[in-house]
């Protein structure tokens, strides 16, 4: 069966410190992958977009992998501050460029002071 | 500035009554999704739409129905609300295309009682 799964435990690290999620997906060949933040009664952000000839992809202290052979992506936030605790959420679209997203479960990440 | 919001917020309702959740964008987006969020399961794709008389069921749609009669609008129905569906409910949209990202509302706590 296709599947999308995240790290369910929550993560707690300490601020100025580099936070690594993961998302890892099987009976999938997605072209690109997403991340996104949701905020506790909010709906999901829009982060950032990775695709599968790429690597690695950067925007300011954020840092996401995407390796299609292992059929993972990391997402790494860099220097990390209370102001980054939320929910994170990786998506793939497996409908061929249509759109229609499929989201992981999510991982709660809790940065203290 | 382009925005997506959801009505109302926060129901309660019985079981056995119509239900129907409202969701208005004014991106100018073809595309318009509605998901439920529930703890460990994450986004589930209820149904979607990808422009004016244009409805597809997703992967959760059982007791749930979506019309689309403008570009604004996609209000999803609950026909006879059940306990099972208690949940938060998320609007998204999106433009048309590949690696398109999605714009989510800010969610409707539903309880069925």
């Known amino acids: 069966s296709q599947k999308i799964e995240q790290n369910s435990e929550a993560l707690n690290i300490q601020e100025g410190k580099t936070a690594t999620l993961t998302c890892n997906y099987t009976n999938y060949s997605p072209a690109y992958l997403q991340w996104y933040r949701q905020d506790p009664g909010r709906g999901p952000v829009f982060l950032l977009l990775?695709?599968?000839?790429?690597k690695e992809k950067r925007k300011e202290r954020l840092k996401v992998t995407f390796d299609t052979t292992l059929k993972q992506s990391l997402f790494h936030i860099t220097a990390s501050q209370p102001a980054d605790s939320a929910t994170y959420l990786c998506a793939l679209d497996p409908s061929g460029g249509y759109n229609k997203l499929i989201f992981g479960a999510g991982t709660r990440l809790a940065v203290h002071p | 500035d382009a925005e997506i919001t959801q009505s109302p917020r926060h129901k309660i309702t019985e079981t056995g009554r119509q239900v129907t959740l409202a969701c208005h964008q004014t991106w100018n987006h073809n595309n318009m999704f509605w998901y439920r969020q529930d703890l460990g399961h994450g986004l589930r794709l209820i149904h979607y739409s990808y422009g004016v008389q244009d409805t597809n069921k997703g992967e959760v749609s059982d007791g749930y129905s979506v019309s689309r009669s403008n570009t604004e609008d996609l209000p999803l129905t609950l026909e006879s609300a059940a306990s099972s569906q208690t949940s938060v409910y998320f609007c998204a949209s999106s433009e048309s295309g590949r690696e398109e990202t999605q714009y989510f509302g800010p969610g409707t706590r539903l309880l069925v009682l």
């Open positions: 990775i695709r599968e000839n790429e």
